[in-house]
């Protein structure tokens, strides 16, 4: 299956990190600051719209459109393989290690 990619199709995306892949590296943080952030503890977090910090694990921010192309590129530079980006209409992946690399 091919999964449109830039728009990604139509609606909006999410993004969430998985911190028991996450290597600190900040590479996220770099690409899009707007959205990621190193917490004391070194590992990565999403922001909220707010930009607070969202500690949770696995918590999920919408993921602003003019910040996708960097989202995206801090999905395929993260060395942990820890960022993914759904869309939220029906929760399918369209970035990050769940996604059949044939389809990127």
């Known amino acids: 299956m091919i999964v449109e990619r830039a728009g990604v199709g139509s609606g909006a995306l999410e993004v969430w990190i998985d911190q028991d892949l996450c290597t600190g590296d900040g590479i996220c943080a770099q690409y899009a600051p707007e959205v990621f952030e190193l917490d004391i503890d070194g590992l990565a977090y999403v922001k909220g719209p707010d930009d607070e910090l969202l ?22 530079e993260c060395p942990g393989e820890c960022i993914h980006v759904r869309r939220i209409a029906d929760g399918v992946e369209v970035y990050g290690p769940d996604v059949d690399a044939d389809a990127e």
Do not use: F, I, K, N
Request: proline residues 14%; aromatic residues 0%; neutral net charge.
């Open 55 to 76: 500690q949770a694990r696995g918590a999920v921010t919408p993921v602003p459109l003019p910040l996708v192309t960097d989202v995206v590129d801090s999905v395929r």
